[in-house]
């Protein structure tokens, strides 16, 4: 088995597509398809099943991954290892999210492009479980998580920062004026989100049902995306509980307040990666300075 080969297995088990995986290696997808069949001739068993448009792993595939990942992880320590601490290089697949991505990364993510250009990095977007269980299984080498708890089965984690919140309107919202507003006050107001699965909307559509009539529940206006959330509140649809980072530029300009309503909550930002896993020298850099430079930003 060629370790050309193997990388190009794990790329397509990971992102579950022959387009994406040549396009990320920067192989034309001729050549991935290729490789696979090569992989699976030397073998002399199918590692996937196509499904028209998408495929799948065989039970074949399944049990090759994880060993596919150990060779390219000790190929990449060595690598580091011979051309020295000064050469930090290797591929490192992260899962993030977007309101990290976008407010608290870029810092970490210019440094490493202009510093280290040889650790090649893939962002994934994805939150909470998506993230633990992707980091469980290899498929991602490290993940940012902004969670209210620490400690996650499985995975080792480094607490970065505390993670402010802001529950934030328009500035003609009723709630704007007032010295104090209590979580009972906050029903029946109508509510934006992102989506479901995001720690800091399913810890406050907790608190809000505390508070609820039973059996009434709680409802979003979901809008997916942080940047399109917070438009819709300085628009006076409603109001949004969302990181402050997110929303610092449009406080201080005025298009959005601070409610007076402080969550009974707390979110940290993590950075997490698979428990007993031997950490090549640039994934160990990437802990390092995604500390250093996170927790600065805070």
Same mark, same amino acid.
């Given at each position: 088995?060629?370790?050309?080969?193997?990388?190009?297995?794990?790329?397509?088990?990971?992102?579950?597509?022959?387009?994406?995986?040549?396009?990320?290696?920067?192989?034309?997808?001729?050549?991935?398809?290729?490789?696979?069949?090569?992989?699976?001739?030397?073998?002399?068993?199918?590692?996937?099943?196509?499904?028209?448009?998408?495929?799948?792993?065989?039970?074949?595939?399944?049990?090759?991954?994880?060993?596919?990942?150990?060779?390219?992880?000790?190929?990449?320590?060595?690598?580091?290892?011979?051309?020295?601490?000064?050469?930090?290089?290797?591929?490192?697949?992260?899962?993030?999210?977007?309101?990290?991505?976008?407010?608290?990364?870029?810092?970490?993510?210019?440094?490493?492009?202009?510093?280290?250009?040889?650790?090649?990095?893939?962002?994934?977007?994805?939150?909470?479980?998506?993230?633990?269980?992707?980091?469980?299984?290899?498929?991602?080498?490290?993940?940012?998580?902004?969670? &209210?708890? *620490?400690?996650? +089965?499985?995975?080792?984690?480094?607490?970065? $920062?505390?993670? @402010?919140?802001?529950? /934030? =309107? !328009?500035?003609?919202?009723?709630?704007?004026?007032?010295?104090?507003?209590?979580?009972?006050?906050?029903?029946?107001?109508?509510?934006?989100?992102?989506?479901?699965?995001?720690?800091?909307?399913?810890?406050?559509?907790?608190?809000?049902?505390?508070?609820?009539?039973?059996?009434?529940?709680?409802?979003?206006?979901?809008?997916?995306?942080? &940047?399109? *959330?917070?438009? +819709?509140?300085?628009?006076?649809?409603?109001? $949004?509980?969302? @990181?402050?980072?997110? /929303? =610092? !530029?449009?406080?201080?300009?005025?298009?959005?307040?601070?409610?007076?309503?402080?969550?009974?909550?707390?979110?940290?930002?993590?950075?997490?990666?698979?428990?007993?896993?031997?950490?090549?020298?640039?994934?160990?850099?990437?802990?390092?300075?995604?500390?250093?430079?996170?927790?600065?930003?805070?």
């Amino acid at each position: 088995m060629e370790l050309r080969l193997l990388v190009t297995f794990e790329k397509v088990a990971t992102v579950l597509s022959f387009t994406q995986a040549a396009a990320e290696l920067k192989y034309a997808q001729s050549s991935v398809t290729g490789q696979i069949r090569a992989l699976e001739s030397s073998l002399g068993t199918e590692l996937f099943d196509r499904l028209g448009s998408r495929i799948r792993l065989t039970e074949s595939g399944e049990r090759l991954l994880p060993y596919a990942r150990q060779i390219i992880e000790l190929t990449e320590e060595a690598r580091a290892a011979v051309v020295g601490a000064e050469e930090p290089s290797g591929a490192l697949t992260v899962g993030t999210m977007e309101s990290l991505t976008s407010y608290r990364l870029l810092p970490l993510l210019e440094l490493f492009h202009h510093r280290y250009p040889g650790v090649r990095l893939s962002l994934r977007t994805t939150i909470g479980d998506e993230t633990r269980q992707a980091l469980r299984q290899g498929a991602y080498d490290v993940g940012f998580l902004m969670e &209210e708890e *620490t400690r996650h +089965a499985g995975l080792d984690v480094a607490v970065l $920062a505390v993670e @402010p919140l802001a529950l /934030v =309107a !328009a500035p003609g919202h009723a709630l704007a004026g007032a010295r104090a507003a209590r979580t009972a006050d906050l029903v029946g107001q109508s509510l934006l989100a992102t989506e479901p699965g995001c720690a800091y909307r399913d810890l406050f559509e907790r608190e809000l049902n505390s508070v609820e009539p039973a059996g009434s529940g709680v409802s979003f206006t979901e809008f997916g995306t942080i &940047e399109a *959330t917070k438009r +819709a509140a300085a628009a006076g649809l409603g109001i $949004a509980l969302l @990181p402050e980072v997110t /929303v =610092a !530029a449009e406080l201080a300009e005025g298009t959005l307040v601070r409610l007076p309503w402080e969550a009974p909550f707390t979110l940290r930002t993590q950075l997490a990666w698979r428990a007993g896993k031997r950490l090549p020298g640039h994934v160990r850099l990437f802990v390092e300075q995604a500390r250093r430079l996170v927790s600065e930003e805070v």
